[in-house]
């Protein structure tokens, strides 16, 4: 009997010695976020920096947006555009629509388009989020090839808890294929850079010349609106909403474009398009409504202001998001070595920055 008690005791004498060997002899403590070993006078509150009132709130986060690619593309600017994303390293992309030149009825070119287009996108690390461009879906056939690929043409979704509403400018009933036609026909010309015959097309073609002069005008369909009116009551709440759409309706408002706008009134929004090529920023209602330069898309023969390629980044903070455009030559890698700047591009009239090198004197010249 002794013998089986020494047995029992010296048993659990094991387990428990094994269970006391497993358990830390004290609980971890969590790394923290900010440290230093070296010492400070207590009382004393000199310290080599400001503060301390980091900008790491977990709620908060940071995105990309890219912008049209085609109408009339200038080759290999787009994917440069997104190899400098990656570098940004953001949580996710947002675009503003136009991948593909498209406005064709051919299925086997439309794919091969967008091929081309998955394998230039399938570099970014993050998500990117897709918006229809009139050079997406232009007709019946165009609309079933996206919806092969992207179910829907309109969606939403909620990111810590900001909603992003993306709109279909490209909703009603398409135009007869003689126009389409057409039109297809004046994008050829402006792919390769003739906008005089493209325009000398419209005026030979009253048919033509009446679909673009009107086509601006309904760009939202009642259905539409009615889908968004219900998601932008269903999320009353949220602390920001982003309406992501390509054509910036704001410009030509309609009747169903006003009621969304409307709609958005007593809560904190910012609405982002693009179409136009070149970057336009205004405030309505006391919110920033921004059109987007492009990623690589033509641009008019008379330069204007705010023809760039460019990415915006927004950093989604507690009070609203702060925006930065970043312009796509001045994104480096660190194997990348400028050329010398001087400057002159980026100081003057149109830009908040004085220009500083303009009067560099010029270096000594050696003695003979």
């Known amino acids: 009997m ?17 269970a006391a060997c497993d358990q830390p002899q004290q609980a971890d403590q969590p790394t923290p976020i900010f440290s230093t070993s070296d010492p400070y ?32 593309h200038r080759p290999g600017v787009f994917p440069a555009i997104l190899k400098k994303v990656n570098l940004m390293q953001p949580e996710f992309v947002m675009s503003v629509g136009d991948y593909i030149e498209g406005y ?17 996108i399938s570099v970014l690390d993050a998500p990117l989020f897709f918006v229809v461009g009139n050079h997406d879906v232009a007709n019946e056939v165009m609309e079933d090839v996206w919806r092969e690929r992207a179910a ?32 297809a026909d004046a994008m050829v010309f402006v792919e390769n850079g003739d906008l005089a015959s493209a325009i000398k097309l419209g005026r030979e073609n009253p048919l033509l010349a009446n679909y673009v002069s009107e ?9 539409q609106a009615d889908w968004a ?60 409504f921004i059109s987007m330069g492009t990623n690589g898309g033509m641009w008019d023969t008379s330069p204007k202001p705010g023809e760039m390629d460019h990415i915006t980044w927004i950093t989604m903070m507690d009070d609203g998001p702060v925006f ?34 303009n009067d560099r004197p010029s270096a000594p010249t050696a003695p003979e």
Not at 2 to 18: E, H, Y
Not at 109 to 115: F, H
Not at 152 to 175: G, M, R, S, W
Not at 215 to 223: A, E, F, H, Q, Y
């Open 2 to 18: 002794f013998r089986q008690f020494t047995a029992i005791g010296l048993g659990i004498a094991i387990l428990t010695t094994g």
């Open 41 to 72: 006078a207590d009382g004393n509150f000199a310290r080599p920096w400001t503060h301390l009132d980091f900008t790491n709130d977990p709620d908060n986060f940071q995105f990309a947006v890219i912008t049209d690619r085609t109408g009339g």
């Open 104 to 120: 064709t009825r051919d299925e086997n070119r439309l794919r091969n388009e967008w091929a081309e287009v998955d394998g230039m």
């Open 152 to 183: 829907k043409t309109q969606y939403h979704f909620v990111y810590k808890n900001v909603l992003f509403l993306i709109l279909n400018t490209e909703d009603p009933a398409y135009p007869s294929h003689e126009v389409q036609d057409l039109y």
């Open 215 to 223: 086509s601006g005008k309904v760009m939202i369909g009642d259905s």
């Open 229 to 288: 009116m219900s998601i932008l009551d269903e999320y009353k709440d949220v602390r920001w909403t982003f309406v992501f759409l390509h054509r910036p309706l704001w410009t030509r408002p309609t009747p169903n474009f006003t009621r969304i706008e409307q709609a958005l009134q007593g809560r904190g929004f910012t609405m982002m398009a693009g179409h136009v090529h070149n970057y336009t920023y205004e405030q309505r209602q006391g919110q920033d």
């Open 324 to 357: 930065a455009n970043l312009v796509a030559t001045g994104i480096l890698a660190k194997d990348e070595i400028p050329a010398a700047i001087t400057g002159a591009e980026l100081c003057g009239d149109f830009y908040d920055l004085p220009c500083l090198y």
